[in-house]
């Protein structure tokens, strides 16, 4: 069975994830579910009040209606429940509120971000993966993919770093003064989190790579990532570094905010 993946940017930087195992990713499922049941309960109750309420007020009377009421509101669990996973998943990235909990992520085999299709077929999926025998799928399969993921072309990846949290330290303890490139929001969410990682993981190992090494490696990152930009390239070599540094710690500071 395989514990990590790697994928390589188009910059050929090799990024590693960590298979998210199955006990974390019920722990998600659990947490995720919970959020789900709260809704509707408070939703549940609150319509059984206006019932009551209709039935005092005018004397209304209900016959068959709980029933009705009862599986209208079954199989309107069953379309949120699906319905929450494919929002959260396809609008937050591959996390709901849940795998961010547990720090996972739902990626492509491939270490792209997720297509509404791929979004899509996981999640109809649960329909039948929530069956108690297939729980065993995730701990045998290679991927520990659930059926859905496989079908779908997707795993689960555990976002905590395999790496050190240095270079992130010493950016978001950077004086804004230092700066010399600036990036607004439209411009860093055009980067996904396998770029942001290639960033962090050339910054970090850049004193150990042979210099015409890392002065090649910091061209091809700001010349692909300036095309991206629509942006004239850096000047000098040194600022081919001091744009991937800038970049980075933008993005940093950015979810920083966010968090706050």
Do not use: C
């Amino acid at each position: 069975m395989v514990d990590i993946v790697r994928f390589d940017t188009p910059e050929n930087i090799s990024i590693a994830y960590r298979l998210a195992g199955p006990g974390t990713r019920f722990v998600a499922f659990f947490v995720d579910s919970l959020l789900i049941l709260f809704s509707f309960v408070i939703l549940g109750l609150l319509a059984m009040a206006v019932v009551v309420l209709l039935q005092g007020e005018f004397g209304f009377s209900l016959g068959i209606g709980p029933v009705i009421f009862g599986l209208v509101f079954g199989v309107a669990l069953g379309f949120a429940w699906i319905g929450y996973f494919a929002a959260f998943e396809w609008f937050l990235e591959g996390r709901t509120p849940g795998k961010r909990a547990t720090a996972l992520r739902v990626v492509t085999q491939q270490g792209f971000s997720l297509s509404f299709a791929a979004v899509f077929i996981r999640n109809i999926f649960r329909v039948i993966d929530i069956v108690p025998l297939l729980w065993i799928v995730p701990v045998v399969a290679q991927y520990k993919q659930r059926f859905g993921d496989m079908v779908a072309g997707t795993i689960v990846v555990s976002e905590e770093p395999l790496y050190s949290q240095a270079v992130r330290d010493q950016l978001l303890a950077r004086d804004a003064g230092q700066m010399r490139y600036t990036f607004d929001r439209l411009q860093l969410g055009k980067l996904t989190d396998t770029d942001w990682r290639a960033l962090e993981l050339f910054l970090e190992r850049r004193e150990q790579l042979h210099p015409d090494h890392r002065k090649s490696l910091a061209l091809r990152l700001a010349r692909s990532l300036t095309a991206r930009f629509s942006l004239p390239p850096p000047e000098s070599e040194e600022d081919n570094e001091h744009f991937v540094e800038d970049l980075l710690a933008s993005h940093l500071r950015r979810q920083a905010q966010e968090l706050g």
